[in-house]
């Protein structure tokens, strides 16, 4: 949010923040509007005209519900993955040219608009301060995120009480692998454990309800690290969970290093995504390559890993095995369990091939 918008409206120039999706380019030429059909904002916005809303804001929502209809409509359903993220990339792009603009402190002067400065505060850090322009479809991201996170999501392998996610942090709302981390048989003695990524803290959080005295969770994002030191102190644990922020390992060594990485080897082409998408298994890799090296004797390695992306053909079934080996690490119990979210069993969206298929799983390594 460092790059100011100029464009003339009603003859007086005009001047905001960008706070638009960093991977397109900011708009160069922008038309203030209250009125117009869908497929006429979809040519102007074809032709790379950013449309600034300035009618009813709900309205203005109705509006763009319209447009992606017409898009997604037309869009081909891939089953391949490259094909269907550059879709989706395409698509964002265009989403991009319909805009609002957000007065200081969340205000917006369209009629029947919500006061939104505390979602802008979850992505931003704090209110704006001055005039910003937004893509209306970010900010509705913005604000069924804050929803999110001030209702939190109910974690059964905690008894049901809550983590609370941000917006740029992962949220734990697959809940499957939780209950097996929750349920695996832990190595002894299991004194000390660290969390490699901790994102909300969640897994921090399992673990030390199992009674694991000494906890290092570690993360290198900012936004993850508050959130994650915000939900443990939220559950009473900070006697035993220690928050750190380094890129993978802390110093030391332990009996539980426990790791849930990315699980789709793409660039990621978003802050957000980076939990999700790691080019080439790179985190993965080091983490496994370097985890010997930080355990102790008699001591495991955990991972989570779904298979996802064999089924998408951008890995080998036989690569995550090989690479275990090669770290010097063997397999002493691999638990699988079945997704149970929504979109595992809906044969109608994109990729439904693999996400019919997918199986997540919890490896106990330890050394050979």
């Known amino acids: 949010m460092n790059q100011t918008i100029h464009w003339t409206e009603h003859g007086q120039s005009m001047q905001a923040m960008w706070g638009g999706d960093s991977r397109h380019p900011a708009p160069t030429q922008i038309q203030t509007i209250s009125q117009i059909s869908a497929e006429q904002a979809l040519q102007q916005m074809r032709q790379n005209i950013a449309l600034l809303w300035r009618g009813d804001y709900h309205q203005g929502k109705q509006l763009l519900a319209a ?157 993850a690290i508050a959130c994650a030191q915000a939900n443990i102190q939220r559950l009473g644990l900070t006697g035993q969970i220690h928050i750190q922020n380094t890129s993978l390992f802390p110093d030391g060594r332990a009996d539980l290093i426990i790791c849930n990485p990315p699980w789709l080897p793409a660039k990621a082409s978003s802050d957000i995504e980076t939990a999700l998408y790691d080019p080439a298994h790179q985190m993965l890799q080091s983490f496994l390559s370097q985890a010997l090296n930080h355990l102790n004797s008699n001591g495991q390695v955990w991972l989570i890993m779904s298979d996802i992306a064999e089924h998408l053909g951008l890995r080998l079934t036989e690569a995550l095995p090989q690479w275990i080996q090669s770290a010097g690490l063997k397999v002493i119990q691999k638990t699988d369990i079945q997704p149970t979210h929504p979109k595992a069993h809906q044969h109608h969206l994109p990729l439904a091939n693999a996400r019919n298929r997918e199986i997540t799983s919890l490896w106990q390594l330890s050394a050979q």
């Open 67 to 223: 447009i992606k209809k017409r898009v997604h409509s037309k869009a081909r359903m891939h089953n391949d993955f490259h094909k269907h993220r550059l879709q989706q990339a395409q698509h964002s792009r265009l989403f991009q040219q319909l805009l609002i603009e957000i007065q200081p402190d969340g205000q917006i002067s369209n009629n029947r608009a919500p006061n939104v400065a505390g979602a802008i505060t979850d992505v931003y850090g704090s209110p704006n301060h001055t005039n910003l322009l937004l893509p209306l479809h970010l900010l509705l991201g913005y604000i069924g995120a804050h929803e999110w996170h001030k209702t939190g999501v109910s974690i059964p392998a905690l008894n049901g009480q809550k983590i609370y996610v941000p917006y740029g942090v992962f949220s734990p709302v697959r809940g499957e692998y939780l209950q097996l981390v929750a349920e695996a048989h832990l190595p002894e003695p299991c004194h000390s454990a660290w969390d490699i990524g901790t994102g909300s803290g969640v897994l921090a959080a399992i673990l030390a309800q199992r009674g694991i005295a000494h906890i290092t969770a570690t993360d290198n994002n900012p936004r």
